[in-house]
Nanobody, 118 residues
Framework: QVQLVESGGGLVQPGGSLRLTCAASGIVSSDYAMTWFRQAPGKQRELVATISSVSSGGRPIYATSVKGRFTISRDNAKNAVYLQMNSLKPEDTAVYSC?????????WGQGTQVTVSS
């Protein structure tokens, strides 16, 4: 059974940093593209960052709104994917979830809340 568990969210002041973790089980995460999404209240879910499988080069792609501030990375030994978020802005406030697809089926974690406020 595939499970994705996010952690690392919290309350941070504008300009601060957080690192989110997506811990995977039931799959070898390095074999799949892994993606971070976010959803703010009253807004549609949006893709934040994705990283291709290791066999595809592990290439990251970022939303324009976070490029240069966020970094997605893998720790294959821990079967985890990270989202390092720097220079956080109030508009980054949202529930952040990780996602992958295996054999045509999508898997989601429960999400972790990130609140950027002074």
């Amino acid at each position: 059974q595939v499970q994705l568990v996010e952690s690392g969210g919290g309350l941070v002041q504008p300009g601060g940093s957080l690192r989110l973790t997506c811990a995977a089980s039931g799959i070898v995460s390095s074999d799949y593209a892994m993606t971070w999404f976010r959803q703010a209240p009253g807004k549609q879910r949006e893709l934040v960052a994705t990283i291709s499988s290791v066999s595809s080069g592990g290439r990251p792609i970022y939303a324009t709104s976070v490029k240069g501030r966020f970094t997605i990375s893998r720790d294959n030994a821990k079967n985890a994917v990270y989202l390092q978020m720097n220079s956080l802005k109030p508009e980054d406030t949202a529930v952040y979830s990780c996602n992958t697809m295996r054999q045509g089926e999508f898997y989601w974690g429960q999400g972790t809340q990130v609140t950027v406020s002074s």
